[in-house]
């Protein structure tokens, strides 16, 4: 007969992981990260200088832009290479990447949670052409953040006559999870988790190499009664961790919140969004989402959409979807982005990216940084030697029938108002957003035409549409000076016709 699981502390957990060891972390955002084992790790290399050289791999950025999250990780001599979907949420991380400290690389998030099943199943990788043309093709630099990075984990295959990408495995030999509840086998469950996560191919994938996996939980039970529920089986499972709630809040952000695990209740309530750039976007992307479509809207502009829906009554006309899993309700913002207020539905984030890469959204919002000439996006490199990383943004972007990019004209100061329905420019932005060349390629224009997709950017006084020659103006803001205002405020020319106004309601006070 099994023996039960060994429940220690999060000191004794930590301190079974060898030097050398290549380590994943599940978490999303703020969301379904072992808070209580990162910080252990993290005391326990500050005390004793052991572990070191370690590998770490991650989908989702997991942090709070300080201290938490895998901010805990980010030592040198700890860490020997990080592999990571988004790294803005973890500065310490990357600064010990533009430092040249550690090998780095940035991969797209619905690939690496993807590859963690591969790596399970020992297959030799996934092929696909997510990246293919963009920073991550190797072709490009293949996703690598310095010169001390040198191995190369993507490389240009050719099947049937045709370019794809494929995505090299690895061994993981530890794997971090969290769960709500674990019997005395210690299966879990994740009945207060707002997201499932990768839980699953982090546990089979460290197990199938030889390694050990270790659970932070909330409580123990003696048994589990429904087998259903179950989402990592106790085989898989070395140690575990009980928190008592200590360093287990269901995000970063907030310590319970019953709408993010509940599918029933009140709909969400939004305070009206006062009147400003934001909104006059907002509004505008709002109406390229049709009735009954499925949609992803990115973190930080895109927000607007779903609160200008929400004050418009149309959040019931379509179903918002976010890349960590959830399916139905209104996404979180901020460091409970990722889950969502009552949703229909919760998928593993693996299961998410083969929908979304299968090309099942129809739509999706995200934001920009910076676009070119051929309607190229920057998301990732913010100058300065800072560094953000793509996540979900490549998958999604590449995938969905239609994107729509928002973002401000200029940045840097811009302030805006409208009178009578017309945009007034009360100040410019110092910065432009549209530029001759993006410091990084993380959408690349060129390929999207070539794969039909329709690709809008909608910012608060133009409307652009990609086209085989490039940026055709679409649409201007009524009350707007086309020259002055956005012809001399670009460093490129796009194509310019007729354009047609955008609508008056958009600039509603």
Avoid at 185 to 198: C, D, K, P, S, V
Wanted: proline share 5%.
């Amino acid at each position: 007969m099994r023996s039960a699981a060994r429940i220690v502390s999060a000191a004794e957990a930590v301190a079974a992981i060898p030097s050398g060891a290549t380590v994943a972390v599940g978490g999303f955002v703020g969301a379904g990260h072992p808070e209580l084992l990162s910080s252990a790790l993290e005391q326990r290399f500050l005390e004793t200088g052991t572990p070191r050289d370690l590998t770490l791999v991650y989908c989702a950025g997991q942090g709070d832009r300080r201290t938490r999250g895998l901010n805990h990780l980010a030592h040198a001599g700890l860490l020997k290479r990080v592999v990571g979907g988004h790294w803005n949420l973890a500065p310490k991380l990357g600064q010990l990447a533009m430092a040249n400290q550690i090998e780095a690389y940035n991969l797209p998030q619905g690939v690496l949670c993807v590859l963690l099943r591969e790596i399970a199943a020992k297959r030799p990788g996934i092929f696909t052409r997510i990246g293919m043309n963009t920073f991550i093709d190797p072709v490009n630099g293949g996703g690598r953040l310095n010169t001390r990075t040198t191995e190369l984990l993507v490389e240009r295959i050719s099947l049937d006559g045709e370019d794809w990408l494929r995505y090299r495995t690895f061994p993981v030999t530890v794997g971090l999870i969290r769960a709500t509840t674990a019997d005395a086998h210690g299966n879990l469950t994740l009945e207060r988790e707002a997201i499932i996560g990768e839980v699953l191919p982090i546990a089979q994938a460290a197990r199938n190499h030889g390694g050990i996996v270790i659970a932070q939980v909330e409580r123990i039970v003696e048994h589990n009664r429904d087998p259903k529920a179950v989402r990592v089986p106790g085989i898989f499972v070395d140690y575990i961790v009980v928190s008592d709630g200590v360093q287990h809040d269901q995000t970063f952000a907030e310590t319970f919140n019953e709408a993010y695990v509940n599918s029933l209740g009140r709909a969400a309530v939004f305070d009206p969004m006062p009147f400003s750039e934001r909104k006059i976007i907002g509004r505008r992307a709002l109406r390229e989402i049709q009735t009954g479509e499925i949609v992803n809207l990115g973190i930080g502009l895109p927000e607007s959409v779903a609160a200008v829906a929400a004050e418009t009554g149309r959040l019931k006309d379509f179903t918002l979807t976010v890349e960590s899993g959830p399916i139905g309700g209104v996404p979180a913002g901020g460091l409970s982005f990722g889950c969502s207020a009552h949703p229909e539905a919760v998928v593993d984030q693996p299961s998410q990216f083969d929908f979304y890469d299968g090309g099942g959204l129809d739509i999706a919002v995200l934001g920009a940084l910076e676009v070119d000439a051929e309607g190229s996006v920057n998301v990732s490199a913010l100058g300065g030697g800072c560094f953000c990383g793509v996540g979900g943004f490549v998958n999604i972007t590449q995938s969905a029938k239609r994107v729509v990019f928002t973002c401000t004209f200029r940045t840097e100061g811009l302030a805006v108002d409208a009178v009578d329905g017309t945009l007034r420019i009360v100040r410019e932005g110092k910065k432009a957003k549209f530029v001759r060349q993006v410091a990084q390629v993380c959408f690349h224009g060129p390929t999207a035409v070539r794969n039909g997709q329709q690709v809008l950017y909608v910012t608060e006084r133009a409307v652009f549409e990609l086209k085989a020659d490039g940026l055709h103006l679409r649409e201007l803001a009524p009350g707007t000076d086309l020259a002055a205002d956005v012809l001399r405020q670009m460093e490129f020319t796009p194509h310019v016709s007729t354009p047609g106004p955008m609508p008056a309601e958009c600039f509603a006070k």
